[in-house]
């Protein structure tokens, strides 16, 4: 451990900032699945021996409202969208969900650059 750090992470000092680094952790999340789909229809998806389906799965703990009050029905909602909706609606939709982008404004990096191979 570098002088400074905690025993988990994020342990570096450089990368303890939370409203920036699991942002990009997860938009790299994001660029690396996309890498591997276009490279597998490339290369294997019509392919008589090796092809077949490629998908994601996503785990998610969800998260039920202790009430029926809106406060705490918004609160479930948003936990799913944060675990789930972050990973799951770009591949499927295209799109973070919006409360995702409410929250996390600039800081989410934009699926422009996904999309662009950046």
Do not use: Q
Request: glycine share 8%.
């Amino acid at each position: 451990c570098v002088e400074g750090c905690t025993e988990k992470a994020p342990n570096h000092p450089n990368f303890r900032d939370l409203k920036v680094f699991p942002n990009i952790a997860a938009h790299n999340v994001l660029r690396a699945h996309a890498a591997v789909v276009e490279h597998y229809r490339k290369h294997y998806k019509h392919d008589p021996v090796l092809g077949g389906e490629i998908g994601m799965t996503n785990n998610c703990d969800w998260r039920e409202p202790i009430s029926t009050d809106p406060l705490d029905v918004g609160a479930s909602e948003r936990a799913a969208e944060t675990a789930l909706g972050w990973f799951a609606d770009p591949v499927m939709f295209g799109d973070y969900p919006e409360s995702i982008k409410r929250i996390m404004g600039s800081y989410l990096p934009s699926l422009r650059m996904l999309r662009s191979g950046s």
